[in-house]
Each structure stands twice: as C-alpha cells, then as structure tokens.
C-alpha cells in the first residue's frame, strides 16, 4: 500500500510541477506581449511630443529673431 500511495504522490507533484511550468510559461509569453505592446505606444507617444516641442521651440526662435535685430539697430 506505501507504495502504491508514493507512486500516485509522484505523479500527482510531477503532473502538477510541469502545469506550473507551462502557466509560467504562457504567463511569461503574455506579460513580455503586454510589455512590448505598451513600449510602442509610449514611444509613440514620445515621438509626437518631441515633434510638437521641437515645432514650438522653432516657432519661439521665430519670434525673438526680429526682436533682437530692432534691438541692434
């Protein structure tokens, strides 16, 4: 009977050793899906603020260029 109880314990552990290991896995595969996911957005994201800063700051050299030539004449 002990061994019959160690056998059926050793496959009940193993079978519940490689679940764990496949959900790690597929929780793995999910969370580096989400994570590239989100890094494209956030580079978007970061594109087209730095392209609206860089057109703002285009436009404030803009502005104070004709003040510093009234100012050198």
């Not at 989400?34 to 970061?46: C, D, E, F, P, T």
Request: charged share 20%; proline share 1%; hydrophobic share 45%.
């Amino acid at each position: 009977m002990g061994y019959v109880l160690r056998v059926r314990l050793a496959s009940f552990f193993t079978g519940a050793a490689v679940a764990s290991a496949g959900g790690l896995y597929f929780l793995q595969k999910d969370y580096k899906t989400a994570h590239l996911a989100i890094s494209q957005q956030v580079s978007s994201l970061y594109e087209s603020l730095e392209g609206r800063v860089s057109a703002l700051e285009k436009l404030k050299n803009e502005a104070e260029a004709p003040k510093q030539v009234e100012a050198a004449e």
